[in-house]
């Protein structure tokens, strides 16, 4: 089936700097991926949805500017962290749908990724 | 715009016995799908099982049943003979077909402890 892997799984950074986060489709060609942000205990909040060899759409209240994403070909995109703050100590999972779609519109996620802010 | 409600925020349930999960959406649209997704400590997301609106037949994977009443606008999940792998959190999922965005809508979520 569909996999989605994302690396890192972890990461701890100093406050101010930038941190990338990779998403990858490993048998498939994802032409649409999302980004998720999930706080602990509650539900995934879509941050945005980025489509192969274009810019992203960033959902309301979203900072483009702080969350970078790239998706620069159809099994890659990446999501970068910009000048993190502790606030943004999170967990985040991407996800992606392929082509050809599996019949059902079906996301396959990552693992997700869990960033820690000193 | 779409809604999601899951009114349970935790539920439990012994080894062997079934459990039924509830989920209620809003929507004026008339083609969508309908998703569970269980997300484990792993913290994985993982597909349970999934419903197209325009089948009047409820889907079924093996444990796993929903009851879709499309009028109602209700999708609630069955786990029949629970396995202690069942213990996750249980999320439902709307999304709206023909928009092009694919945007899934989730649920708050319901955490589904499976006791031994």
Redesign the interface.
């Known amino acids: 089936g569909a996999v989605v892997s994302q690396h890192p799984s972890r990461v701890i950074c100093k406050s101010g700097t930038s941190v990338k986060i990779e998403c990858r489709s490993l048998d498939f060609q994802a032409t ?1 991926m ?1 980004w998720y942000r ?1 706080f602990p ?4 909040m ?1 941050m945005a ?1 980025s489509n192969e060899g274009s810019k992203a ?1 960033y959902e309301q209240g979203v900072e483009k500017d702080k969350f970078l994403i790239n998706h620069a070909s159809l099994t890659l995109s990446t999501l970068t962290v910009t000048s993190a703050h502790p606030e943004d100590s999170s ?1 985040y ?1 991407c ?1 992606a ?1 392929g082509l050809p779609l599996s019949g ?4 396959t ?1 990552g ?2 990724s869990r960033l820690t802010v000193l | 715009a779409q809604t999601v409600t899951q009114s349970q925020p935790e539920m439990s349930v012994q080894e062997a016995e079934t459990v039924t999960l509830s989920c209620t959406y809003d929507t004026s649209e008339n083609n969508y799908y309908l998703f569970w997704y269980k997300q484990p400590p792993s913290r994985q997301m993982i597909l349970v099982i999934r419903q197209e609106a325009y089948k009047q037949q409820n889907a079924t994977e093996n444990r796993f049943s929903v009851n879709f009443q499309k009028a109602a606008k209700s999708f609630s999940l069955k786990i029949s003979d629970s396995q202690l792998g069942d213990t996750a959190m249980y999320f439902c999922a709307f999304m709206k077909l023909g928009s092009g965005t694919y945007k899934y809508i989730f649920g708050t979520g319901t955490r589904l402890k499976v006791l031994a």
């Open positions: 649409t999302f999930q205990k509650q539900s995934l879509l949805t759409t967990f999972i996800s749908l059902a519109n079906v996301l996620f693992a997700g």
